[in-house]
Structures are given as C-alpha cells and as structure tokens.
C-alpha cells in the first residue's frame, strides 16, 4: 500500500486529505466523507484504508472545511466545523468526487460515517453514476434530527428553543459568526451553522427510494435507532439496500474495528 498526501482545490482554501493505493492491480476506488466534528484522520477513515486496498481499491480520505471543531489555517482566521454550512459541505464532496476523476477515478465508491453518511446520500443522489454506497452510521438528517424522539441527545440537547432564539437573535444583528456554547457534543458552534444544520441537513430517510446503486447501511447495536435509523433507510430504499448491526459496538467502533472491516469488505467483493 502507497499513502501520499493531497490537497483537493475548492473555490476557497484547498482541502487536505490522503490517497492510499494499492500495491497491486487497482480495480477501483472508494471516496471517504468524514463525520462532525472529525477529520480524514480519525474514525473508520483510520482502519479501513489497508482494508480496502487489499481488495484492490484507491481510499481517498479528506478534510471538508467544516472539519473538526475549531482550526486555522495559514492565517488568524478560525475555520472548522464551527462555522460549517450544509452547502459548502456538499460542495466539498462534489470538488472531492472532481478531483478524484481528474486522478482517472472517475464515479468512487462512496461511504460516509455519521453527518458524512447524510451529506453521502445527497451526493449519490446528485451523482446517480454512484457505483455503490456505504452508510457508517448515517445520521437521521432532516428537521426530525434534532428536533423529536431518541434517546441520545446531542447539539442542543434540551436546550434547543432557547438556543434557537439566541441564534436568530445574532443573525438578525449581522453578527452570524459569533460563537455559541453548546450544552453537550459539538460544544460551539456559529449563530449561522447553528441556524443551518437545523434547516438543511440532508434528511437521509427522503432521499433514501431516490438512490438507485446497491447500499450497504451499518449501524453498531449499542447506537440510538431514532438517531442512526439504518432500518428505516433500508425499507425506504428498497431491496438493493442491506443492512447489518454490530453487535457491543458503539457509534466510533471502538474495539469493533475488525468486525467493521469484515462487513464491508464480504458486501464490496460483490461489487469490484
């Protein structure tokens, strides 16, 4: 295996990321979307890499501008999730996808952990030429993400009205760049992406029967099922979806790797 660093061009400041190759015959290539809060460093993007190039697959991992929490780069200016917005982390995917077929990978396959499995769904719907999905704990998405049932709170936990009113409040005063504390997760985060994640987060369950290629939705047994609803994506997606639950395995996989690795790579031989 060849690991190299790259840097993927956008209409602002270049993403970074990594490619790994195989050693032996490539038979295609798989694109990596982080999920909050993260980087093309830490979560599945961390173990599957070997994995995926012993079938013979290019790995392409990357940072959205949106990843991690708070950042900088070459500059004072903060960067980070913080201040990510649904529209540059979609466009992030697609300038990905780009440079990957600039590389002669044209249409990866794609899989996305967590908020990169909603952000994955959008992507495959916008390019149907998709040869095949893997949703790693894929998020809800939608309105209903935040706003009703589960047992795993997270963002604003049972604060959300009053939040709410506290954002629109410095966005009405152009100060839409200021900084939140958050009461749980996520931590802080912008008046503008607070404003934003709750309005136009892909909803995963509605773009579910407008995805055509096979997917593979895993989920780990110890995650919320309203939150991470691979069972409802599946019977909205149609027969060409399979599911699998890891058992004792949380929402990172740790100490599941293994078993992680092991799902996906029997469901990929199918399709490479």
Avoid at 4 to 13: E, Q, Y
Avoid at 36 to 48: C, D, E, H, I, V
Avoid at 202 to 224: F, S
């Amino acid at each position: 295996m060849r690991t190299r660093l790259i840097s993927i061009p956008t209409d602002t400041f270049p993403l970074d990321g990594v490619m790994y190759e195989p050693g032996s015959k490539v038979l295609g290539s798989a694109l990596y979307f982080h999920g909050n809060t993260m980087n093309f460093y830490t979560g599945a993007a961390r173990f599957l890499p070997e994995a995926m190039c012993a079938l013979g697959l290019v790995f392409v991992a990357f940072n959205r501008r949106g990843h991690d929490i708070l950042s900088t780069r070459a500059s004072r200016q903060a960067v980070g999730g913080a201040y990510q917005t649904v529209a540059e982390s979609v466009a992030d995917n697609a300038f990905a996808a780009t440079w990957m077929k600039e590389q002669g990978y044209a249409n990866p396959i794609i899989l996305g952990h967590s908020y990169g499995g909603m952000l994955s769904t959008q992507h495959v719907v916008d390019h149907p030429a998709t040869p095949a999905l893997i949703l790693l704990s894929a998020g809800r998405g939608g309105i209903a993400q935040d706003t009703t049932g589960g047992t795993e709170k997270l963002f604003a936990m049972d604060r959300l009205e009053e939040l709410t009113i506290q954002a629109k409040e410095l966005v009405a005063k152009g100060r839409g760049e200021d900084l939140m504390m958050m009461p749980g997760w996520w931590y802080i985060t912008s008046a503008t992406s607070f404003l934003d994640r709750l309005a136009h987060v892909p909803d995963t369950i509605a773009l579910a029967p407008k995805i055509t290629c096979p997917v593979l939705a895993i989920r780990g047994d110890l995650e919320d099922v309203h939150r991470y609803p691979a069972e409802e994506f599946q019977a909205a997606c149609g027969q060409h979806c399979h599911v699998e639950i890891i058992p004792h395995c949380d929402h990172f996989y740790n100490q599941r790797e293994d078993a992680v690795i092991q799902v996906v790579g029997d469901w990929l031989k199918k399709y490479i």
